[in-house]
């Protein structure tokens, strides 16, 4: 069985009360599902901190573009699609490098494709597919 990652605050609540209810390790991790190592370590840090809540939430590196940024972006692409990505940083309350605007465009939803260009049918290339359609319209 591999890592599911963290626990949330209801899955803690859960393993707490089922350990309060009376249930032994085992019983605890096959009602819910958990490790048989888990629920031990989800009840002794009540025990002792007197918290269930995790700190993987403040762990890891900050996000340079938060939500608000997000939109901020999302309203420079829609105002203008063809623009570069050093003007679209440009627009931006701080600064920050190509890479972290290409993610951050990928992460709402842009990706860096662009539209194919189709040139458009002259009137004389029309008038040669109608005649080459029409002659090979029996073949």
């Known amino acids: 069985m591999g890592k599911k990652g963290d626990l949330s605050n209801f899955e803690r609540g859960m393993v ?5 209810a009376g249930l032994s390790i085992s019983q605890s991790a096959q009602l819910l599902g958990f490790s048989h190592t888990t629920i031990p370590r989800v009840y002794k840090e009540l ?5 269930t ?4 939430q403040s762990c890891g590196r900050k996000c340079l573009v938060d939500a608000r940024g997000q939109r901020r972006m999302g309203r420079l692409i829609q105002a203008d699609r063809r623009a570069t990505l050093t003007r679209y940083n440009r ?15 990928r992460r709402i939803g842009y990706n860096s494709r662009r539209p194919h260009r189709v040139p458009l ?10 005649q080459f359609a029409q002659a090979h319209q029996n073949c």
């Not at 025990?47 to 918290?51: D, I, P, Q, R």
């Not at 809540?53 to 993987?56: G, H, P, V």
């Not at 002259?122 to 109608?130: A, C, P």
């Open 16 to 20: 707490v009360g089922a350990r309060r």
């Open 47 to 51: 025990c002792e901190k007197g918290k």
């Open 53 to 56: 809540s995790s700190m993987w």
């Open 91 to 105: 627009g931006m309350q701080q600064s920050i490098c190509e890479a972290t605007t290409r993610t951050t465009l």
């Open 121 to 130: 049918i002259s009137t004389t290339n029309r008038k040669k597919r109608l």
